[in-house]
């Protein structure tokens, strides 16, 4: 591995100040957006799309073309590992070998890009790795919103639709809350904002969270379909971030997100009851100046007549990806000019590898899946009593009923203060008693 | 959308001047066809192709990237639009924001091409839109003639095979028309060409045509499989356009086509007896510099001996179709040195937006499918009395039955002199008198 | 065609010499593989895949982009070729006209590359077309061997595997013989390498063949999956060339090949038996300094474990196949500093047309498929008496039963000294008298 390498398989792994000076390098590459070409010539990015995602791979292979590189894509790359059953490990090696110099993957495992970026030599960009992060998507979320309102801090953003499944609406949040801005959470009923997202928030950012009344949000909730903001609702829910919900006066920004159908299994939504954005609806004093976002494709909840709205910033934000995909290519191949590619910032947090313990109890995780056969469980420790597991490939995270020590053998509920004196290095997480007997735990009746 | 920004949808989006000027840019590039890789550099060609044309892809590729240019593709889009369901509309804002500086279409609904360019700021190229056109085909048929020929005005040109369903030889003969060539018509029976063809030649090009006996073709014809041109067969039919048949003492080319099999629903031809053109069926005086052209790909309608035949020029046509497209990329994009990118010439003929009247007769025309969210028909009023609408995206023509004024909401027969007396602008057509006492017309006993 | 036009369609293609010469070339592009852009600006490499292999086709796509070059791909070719049925004669002419500058071609008919070579303008490599061929794989293996061990004459190279459907290691073992390697064979049982394979070895590069015991193998076959070695096993097979198997003291490299399972259709074969290489199996002291190479990918035949092992080099094989596929496509472009390109070597073979005797026996060759409509079988004569015969397409080699002659129209067993006697120019050679008397032979009752 190269010994400066860095990679963008989250967004944690840019920090604040990096994240801004990307920014301002996209602003000088969108004023000219043809002349670039000798920024990156010679390099080679790899585009590989385990999942069709068309949109998200022209704007990466465009914003290399722009840098002066070349672009190889797989996009068909289902054919080929149904067929022979290469593991992402061999690829990375074999496609970070020679072929390419920076590597962009799209894949339906959780955690993929994770692998991708450990086995290969050159930089890799998560292009989206199923329900976890698309944090490229989110970078450009955060870019045009910057280049909108000049700065992020302070912002007040409300994120609406569709708050359960959209994994853009996650990873947008979480990097609001870093960025200090405020967010309200309007979700259409049944798809509200989960607690885990929720407690990310608070935990990681150190973010304020309010159950509040909603009712100053009206004017965005005017059409028949919006009686979901309703304060008196028991499922509506809405969020604040260090303010009151009386002091919004105005709102800077309104994420929308379509429904995602796709993962809402088995559950019965009304989807001609889903809110649908237009000028109309958009008329309230507070909304005057709001922007309106999208990270498109839109179905039907922003319609046609709000294209030609001043509001509307969705199709700008589509054509920021390009400038903004550009800055983060020429960084990780270290050719921004003027720029230092620094290492990597260490998570500061603690590593447990789980060589005979718990697993991730996320199925869609790719310790679970095609990594099984070479990959060992890892989880950061985010907290000791009671253990608190997130799991370094998805980010799902666990609480582990038992803690084991590796040479007594012994056997404690990982809420015991015992669990607290085993040194990390020699604990054991386990599922339940079950795992922990099966592992050759707890034989000495501890516990 | 650009002040100067120019599209070619239609062969009728360039001028006589403007095709022939191509030509000769055309046959600069192919001198040497690897020496024009300064003329575009920093600029990329997006082809999004919903239905596969490998050839038509390759081409427009190659010729991108011999102009040095970039090129991203998306050649399995109907992955993407199924899944997402993103209109072209928003295809076009999105990929001609920032992604691309020119974009190549290929989709099944008749209009879509015209859809995009009017939703892009950057220039778009059809590369076929169902059974409407084709006119990058067209204008490679053209160059090659030309080229072999020197001129295009006054040749004679045979057009074989499946006249029926063969888009590019409707296209084909329509450029020919308003270049002033010949056009003699020897379709396989059951296939001949369609009657809105015939006056389409005649209305819009002037085109004399006569139905004549076109016994002195035999030389093509003398295979048993070409019965069809006896003259006495009642569905035989000829077309010769300012000359009488008797003069034609050489034919300067042929166009053959393969059968459009898939498009003959339900018909039951007989494929065996479809016609097969090689040095043998070519024998006659008459025929002895006639050129043979085929669009490609062939089937077995031209046999592989007469590849060998100085007279073959088919796969040179492929090949040209290379720099053609070059000049037409080159030419859109403004790059073409010593040539000034004028505005698109407008076409003259009034506009009738439908908002509450007929719709296109043609179902698989783009404002009945998926542009119906959001599109209103649009017309060209071809004629006044009787009125003649063609559809401004499919081109697809049809008479409606009755107009309505749009103040007086009173209805009258499109025929009728009092409908021509309802200035333009005041005017609703409508197919029936259901469709107009839907919209409120005809309730004071008009008519 | 090209005056001094060259293909690589088989590894006989090119010369020793010339391979050596590609060796020294790619040496140097992979020193700094960024620094090649200024040797084929303009040019344009098209990748036309019938068949998925990802891995093949983007290596091919960054050597052209590290050259400077543009790629054009075609990789749903299935598609074109399923609706419109063009041959690969017209492929040839269409794509090599103007498109592309040399042309890539996967397929899965035997001998296809050859028919693409033959029609094209343009170079023609062959990526890999059915079991027959696909040699720039070979190339590279020997590359990366002749890399780690500076040269090739006098290695001791085991093949280990699925010996009987590989065809990477039948075109390695004919690659090796002819460089003065030797080689010693140790298949899975059930996967013996075929006699069709030792006898080519044997007639065309006088490899001595000796079947041996290969008990001092025993290091690479400890696991208890390994039995397979075991001396007194009737279907064990070793083979050895020059050397006795008691004079091997250490072994240069081990060639692992996955079980090529698709291809052993009805085959009961116990994959769960199929052997796996680890540090563990490769403890012996003879093969304490021996290469383990694959082809990728691999399966589970090479362990994990094994990735940190010095002598794994499989993953630097595979990246190799950069730069030494740089140096072909240079060399076919004629574009290596230094270097001239020569015509081609005539084989010296005397050619038998077959218009109406005998087929070539390979089901799946492209004279029997595709190429049918158009292609005359072609044979080389390897043996006049008794007659044998190598199809110029696939390499499959048949016995005619008997000769004619073209005027007397007598036959002959093919064996006889008679047929000896009857001039190469003037044969016919028939499968049996069945063939023979359905095309007139035989009638004035000789044989």
């Not at 990015?45 to 385990?50: G, M, P, V």
């Not at 790359?77 to 067929?83: E, R, Y």
């Not at 920021?320 to 191949?333: D, T």
Request: charged share 25%; glycine share 8%.
């Amino acid at each position: 591995m190269g010994q400066s390498k860095r990679d963008f398989v989250s967004i944690d792994d840019l920090g604040n100040e990096e994240i801004l000076a990307l920014f301002g390098y996209a602003d000088e590459f969108n004023e000219d957006i043809k002349a670039w070409s000798d920024l990156c010539p010679g390099t080679i990015l790899a585009t590989l799309f385990f999942e069709p995602s068309t949109r998200t791979r022209l704007s990466f292979e465009s914003a290399m073309l722009r840098l002066g590189g070349g672009v190889i894509s797989a996009a068909d790359t289902k054919v080929m590992s149904a067929v022979k059953g290469e593991s992402l490990a061999d690829t990375a090696r074999v496609v970070g070998g020679r072929y390419a110099d920076i590597i962009v993957l799209r894949h339906q495992d959780e955690g993929s890009a994770r692998v991708l970026a450990n086995y290969a030599d050159v930089p890799v960009i998560n292009a989206g790795d199923g329900a976890h992060e698309h944090p490229t998507q989110t970078l450009c979320d955060l870019y045009t919103l910057w280049r909108e309102k000049g700065e992020l801090s302070g912002l007040e953003v409300v994120l609406a639709g569709d708050l359960k499944y959209s994994r853009t609406i996650h990873s947008f949040a979480y990097a609001l809350a870093r960025f200090g801005a405020s967010i309200v959470c309007v979700p259409f009923p049944g798809m509200e904002i989960p607690d885990h997202v929720v407690e990310r928030l608070q935990r990681d950012w150190n973010a304020d969270v309010d159950r509040a009344d909603v009712g100053d949000l009206a004017g965005i909730t005017a059409s028949k379909d919006a009686v979901y903001i309703t304060p008196h609702k028991p499922h509506q829910q809405s969020l604040f971030t260090r303010i009151s919900p009386q002091s919004v006066k105005k709102f800077d920004a309104i994420y929308m997100t379509r429904s995602q159908k796709e993962r809402h299994e088995g559950a019965n939504l009304d989807d001609l009851a889903y809110p649908r954005i237009g000028p109309e609806e958009l008329r309230q004093a507070s909304l005057k100046d709001t922007r309106v976002m999208h990270p498109l494709p839109r179905v039907d909840e922003i319609s046609y007549a709000m294209d030609q709205d001043p509001r509307a910033i969705y199709f700008r934000q589509a054509a920021l990806g390009v400038p903004i995909r550009m800055a983060l290519v020429a960084f990780l191949l270290g050719r921004l000019k003027g720029w230092k590619l620094a290492s990597p910032a260490p998570s500061g947090r603690p590593i447990y590898r789980s060589r005979s313990g718990v697993a991730c109890r996320n199925a869609h995780c790719v310790t679970r899946r095609e990594g099984r056969k070479y990959l060992v469980p890892e989880f950061w420790i985010l907290s000791d009593v009671p253990a608190l597991l997130r799991c370094v490939y998805c980010g799902v995270e666990r609480r582990p009923e038992l803690v084991g020590h590796t040479q007594s053998r012994k056997l404690h509920r990982s809420n015991a203060p015992e669990a607290a004196r085993i040194l990390p290095q020699r604990r054991v997480y386990f599922e339940g008693p079950a795992q922990a007997a099966a592992a050759g735990f707890g034989e000495d009746g501890s516990d």
